[in-house]
């Protein structure tokens, strides 16, 4: 079992910037792809990042050049750095772990609690 904890969301002005946290309990995070999505009120999760268990890297258009995915596989860690936001970005963030790599987020089997990110005009 796979235990995912984000933390780092928070209430920002538009063009602010945030770094989320995502802490893995599990021992072979190395192994893992790790994903970023997002839920806004009244609308579906939405992909935001993804980083395989090689490095490569995949961004949602809507925050390609804005956002930067990382991992630290010494410290089970992912985080995703929220540059230059906008009050559209207002959303739940959550963090995934699965084996596989989808921008699909049915597809994951492990999720965090999320944590919240909140961007005013």
């Known amino acids: 079992q796979v235990r995912l904890v984000e933390s780092g969301g928070g209430s920002v002005q538009a063009g602010g910037s945030l770094r989320l946290s995502c802490a893995a309990s599990?021992?072979?995070?190395?192994?893992?792809?790790m994903g970023w999505f997002r839920q806004a009120p009244g609308k579906g999760r939405e992909f935001v990042a993804i980083?395989?268990?090689?490095?490569?890297?995949t961004y949602a258009n809507s925050v390609s050049g804005r956002f930067t995915v990382s991992r630290d596989n010494a410290k089970n860690t992912l985080w995703l750095q929220l540059d230059s936001l906008k009050p559209e970005d207002t959303a739940m963030y959550y963090c995934?772990?699965?084996?596989?790599?989808?921008?699909?987020?049915?597809?994951?089997?492990?999720w965090g609690q999320g944590t919240q990110v909140t961007v005013s005009s």
């Open positions: 995934a772990a699965d084996r596989w790599c989808s921008i699909v987020g049915n597809s994951w089997h492990y």
């Open positions: 599990e021992y072979a995070f190395s192994s893992y792809c």
């Open positions: 980083i395989s268990a090689g490095g490569s890297i």
